[in-house]
């Protein structure tokens, strides 16, 4: 709310109070409720004061709370919840196609309607029955044949107008609208388009839109919203040219529409076709301090600082433009911070990660005014301070003082020269007077001057309050000797019978406040009433009075109808009222049809015992209540409920069930002389995957069959059969299978540290492991293939890949943040793979073949090794090429002396875990990333699964570095070893793929490092 209408209310309060004052007969009220109407009454002096003693330093109101999240996801979330009407007007940018339905109306000299729809050329006819030019007489139908394809629908109009005008000379082009027929063009029946959105969505795939919400909104919408990973600057639709060969790229930013409210006519009409493409953001930069919007945003290639800002909704009137610091974490300087002069360098180059902040200018501590406060000053606020300035200078500013207002005990708040407060007392009467000189004539900067009046020191206003069952309650003035009747009285309604009938006489409450506490004070309500002064109580200032009513204490007596009746539900139970008249109110039972549905042999009438709550159950003989018999009329009582059935709660359901390749797979009731046809039809038809030549029906015996018997098996093929002559039975069931040669599209998805991430197309069934990697143009540098898994859906009641697995079944800490990997497949089970066997054996026993919904995981090389279990130091430890699993256990302390040495298992960053031991005298290989796990002699293993990684190298897999120059396929490692190996780098090579007539480009593999070499 704004200063205006707060100064409108608070007049508008204050002419109330002045009114209820004259009512009230309280003079003293008046000069209050003037002093309301330009100033607010403070509560204390203390609290007045405890705000002139906190120095102001002013702010810059115009600054935004700064985002948490980056801009523009919060909008376009918002955005896409509200979703368009069906039925919403036609577009005028409507691109009108084949199957359009044109409806054209004609009126005045003739009235005339009839339709078209556009071919598959793009042409419409119209065939009338008007006039022709030159032969009125002759109404034979006409003809005219134009094309409209292509054409926006705001210019379909004058288009149909230009084309009747050839064969009516009634139709003027010229002057449609004043021609002596009138035409109106409109649009029944339109088509959908289908278009697909890939990327940083929710839900990829093929959507189809109404073609009159057929933006790129409605496309996100429909794709369930952009990820949180989504650009909103960099959205592309992909178009199909003309040709072939040529394609549109168009290229949309968000955030001219978000800020500048700029938009591009092709982003809100989507076309048949058209691919929406959501990428992943190029970069994210943090911009705080001086500037409208602070927050996170989203920075494309080349974003300038000056394009930022006006995103950011440009600097605030204090900013300072020639001190911006941008701190950035890497640049090709190896410069942590730089300052950038806004002046001279607006155009300076934004990174990605870039924290900017826009400084303030410097302000003046020492603010040029005075102030003057308090409920004694007729206009209370803030002056313009200037030079030799007195006191009675600032009053006349203010309008003056009230006539009530404490002169002689004012007081004056000063900043001093170090900005410390003094606090000191003032006496006007003597400085208006002229009777006081020296300093305490003239004012300071900043100084801030407190009047109050008497009325305000004496308490100020002293109101009681009456609630509850009154005509009139609220706030009433404390009159001098007030007694609670005198309020009653004021508050209204006990002199109306029908009133008082309603209210509760046997007590009210009086709620007083006294040293800190509420005090409740009960009375005797229908004895004040009538008079006995022992409960007539003198009122105080604060008093509260309530007064309660009869439904209120005593509750609504109700009763019930439920079951097979229009309306059921509670109703009050009025006197003498019986079962046919709670029927009534339940809708009745007038309606024939509805009565035929019900069951009129009985219902039951639930009661309750008012003393040992038993419910009991009372037979109704429904057919003679609605007839009108007295016997079966019960009368009812309160808690009451009546249950009415229906006719067919007494009876079986007969239905069938159809599933399959039909577009509305359910169960449905079994009507006289079903048919399969009658059945398909409900079902809204075979999509077109369906086989019609197999359609299965499993036909049950009847419940009631002596004999267990297995259900008949029915095949009709509907190019030999009639549907319609093919009886269902209860509880048959239909099943329409899928053609064999058609198969679902499958799709899988690479993540992890590949060149090209993200979701792949099985194009067959037989692709592996080392198809879909070489589609990923192989691996980046710093990729651990032989650590790489393989999720896929995990059967009902079978282990997922993000459980705990542990001998113990303790939960533990750590796994509550198993890995971005792990996380993003909730009902998904981990499968080891050895990734580097399959590159070397493409489609032999180790390239697994890959299902629908499968993810090949391929995290970064991780250096090193945990030790978990009956070690006396379990945790990390660096990986040494060529330790075993006791040279680790030793670096970690040794076993303890629970420890079972001989059952130590390796679990390998795959997944796979073996024993530690091969044989008497050999210990396995240990890999980078490996797990040790040493048992104890209970048995029991600590947890059981891979090591993941560590929340600073899970950050580094979220900005995977790109490949090199020529790191697309195949790549080896050689060089020395040092001894305690850092990160390594990897010496990448060329190689071509298998020849396979299938596979095209080339794979990256990392070989191992033969003993000796670096890894």
Known sequence: MNSTQGQRRSAFIALIAGLFAVLAGVSSLAQVADREATSEAPASVATDLTQALTVETPEAKDKAPARTAPYGEAEIRRALQYQVSRSAAVNPYYILGPDDEIIINLWGKQNQTFSAVVDNDGFVTLRMDIPRRGAPADRSPSEVRFSVNGLYFKDLKMRVVRELARLSSDIDPQRPESSPILVDVNLGRIRGITITVWGEVQKQGQWTLNTTISSVFNALAAAGGPTPNASLREIVVRRPGNTIDHVDLQQFDLYEMLTRGRFDEALFHLKDGDIVIVPRKRGLTEIKGEVKWPGQYEVKTSETLQSLIMIAGGLT?????????????????????????????????????????????????????????????RQPGKFAYRKGMTFGDLIAQAGGLYDDAVLDNAVLVRTLEDYSLSFSTVNLKQILEGKSEGDTLHLAPMD?????????????DKFVR????????????????????????????????????????????????????????????????????????????????????????????????????????????????????????????????????????????????????????????????????????????SLDELIVYAFDQFRDQRAVTISGE????????????????????????????????????????????????????????????????????????????????????????????????GPYVLVNRSETLSDVIQRADGFVRGAAPEAAYLLRRAPAGGPRADEDKTGTGADDEDNTGAGADEARAESKARVAIDLPRALDDPHGPYDVPLLDGDEVCVPERNWIVEVRGEALAPGLLQFIEGDRAPDYVARAGGYTINADKRRVVVIYPNGEARKARRGWFFSREIKPGSVIVVPGKDGKYPLMAPLTLPPASKAMVASRPAPEAGVAGRAEQTGPEPERPARPSLQPEVQTAPDRAETTGTLLRIKAAPAGSAP
């Open 662 to 757: 039909v577009r509305n797979p359910n169960e449905f009731p079994l009507t006289e002389n079903m048919t399969l046809a009658d059945l398909l039809s409900l079902a809204n038809g075979l999509t077109d995957m369906a086989d019609a030549g197999n359609i299965e029906i499993a036909r049950f015996p009847p419940p009631d069959a002596m004999t267990a018997r297995a259900a008949q098996l029915i095949t009709v093929s509907l190019g030999e059969t009639d549907p319609a002559a093919v009886r269902l039975q209860d509880r048959d069931r239909v099943v329409v299978r899928r053609r064999a040669e058609l198969t679902p599209k499958s799709t899988v998805t690479v993540s992890g540290w590949v060149v090209r991430p």
């Open 448 to 460: 801030k001057l407190f009047v109050y009046s008497k009325y305000f020191k004496q308490g100020g």
């Open 466 to 637: 009456i609630e509850g069952h009154v005509k009139e309650p609220g706030e009433f003035p404390l009159a001098s000797n007030m007694t609670l009747s005198d309020l009653i009285f004021m508050a209204g309604g006990f002199g109306d019978p029908d009133f008082v009938k309603q209210v509760y006489l046997e007590r009210g409450d009086i709620v007083r406040r006294a040293s800190g506490q509420e005090v409740l004070i009960p009375f005797h309500l229908g004895r004040l009433l009538g008079g006995d002064k022992g409960e007539n109580h003198a009122l105080e200032s604060g008093d509260v009075v309530r007064i309660y009513s009869v439904k209120e204490i005593e509750g609504q007596k109700q009763v019930t109808v439920s079951g097979h009746v229009k309306y059921p539900g509670a109703y009050r139970l009025t006197q003498n009222m019986r079962l046919r008249d709670l029927l009534f109110e339940g809708g009745g039972f007038d309606d024939s049809d509805f009565l035929k549905a019900t069951y009129l042999d009985r219902a039951d009438l639930i009661r309750v015992d008012a003393r040992s709550h038993a419910r009991t159950i009372l037979p109704v003989d429904l057919r003679r209540v609605l007839e009108g018999d007295p016997a079966a009329n019960l009368a009812l009582e």
């Open 317 to 377: 009137p204090r900013a300072d433009p020639h001190k911006i610091g941008v701190l950035r974490g890497q640049n090709p300087e190896n410069e942590r911070f730089v300052a950038v002069d806004y002046t001279s360098n607006p155009d300076f180059i934004v990174a990605d990660g870039d924290e900017i902040e826009i400084l303030a200018q410097p302000l003046a501590r020492r603010l040029n005014l005075v102030e003057i406060k308090g409920d004694g000053v």
